[in-house]
């Protein structure tokens, strides 16, 4: 069973920085594309930025572009979220996802087969 488990969100002023961690086992996740998505309170979980297997393409939400920076290292199945010059509006429940498939670069939820538990990130103005 594939389980992933998230770390480092926290309480941040804006303009301020935080790197989210997401461990993956129970496969060998350098097999396997990933991703982070977020949902904020009354809100729909939205995708914010995924990256391929070997590493090589990255793709982000608007929202994200030139702020987040997703990286995986392969050999600790770990997957990483820079997030600088935080805002407000970042404040969210971030979420690792993977998907079944070798093959699916996930970009929406419907991609996604396996979730994290979630990490609480909170920006205060």
């Known amino acids: 069973q594939v389980q992933l488990v998230e770390s480092g969100g926290g309480l941040v002023q804006a303009g301020g920085s935080l790197r989210l961690s997401c461990v993956a086992s129970?496969?060998?996740?350098?097999?396997?594309?990933m991703g982070w998505f977020r949902q904020a309170p009354g809100k729909e979980r939205e995708f914010v930025a995924s990256?391929?297997?070997?590493?090589?393409?990255?793709y982000y939400a608007t929202s994200a572009k030139g702020r987040f920076t997703i990286s995986r290292d392969n050999a600790k199945n770990t997957v990483y979220l820079q997030m600088n010059n935080l805002k407000p509006e970042d404040t969210a429940v971030y979420y690792c996802?993977?998907?079944?498939?070798?093959?699916?670069?996930?970009?929406?939820?419907?991609?996604?087969?396996?979730w994290g538990q979630g990490t609480q990130v909170t920006v205060s103005s």
């Open positions: 996802a993977a998907p079944r498939s070798s093959i699916v670069v996930i970009t929406t939820t419907q991609g996604v087969d396996y």
């Open positions: 129970g496969r060998t996740s350098r097999n396997y594309a």
């Open positions: 990256i391929s297997k070997s590493g090589g393409s990255t």
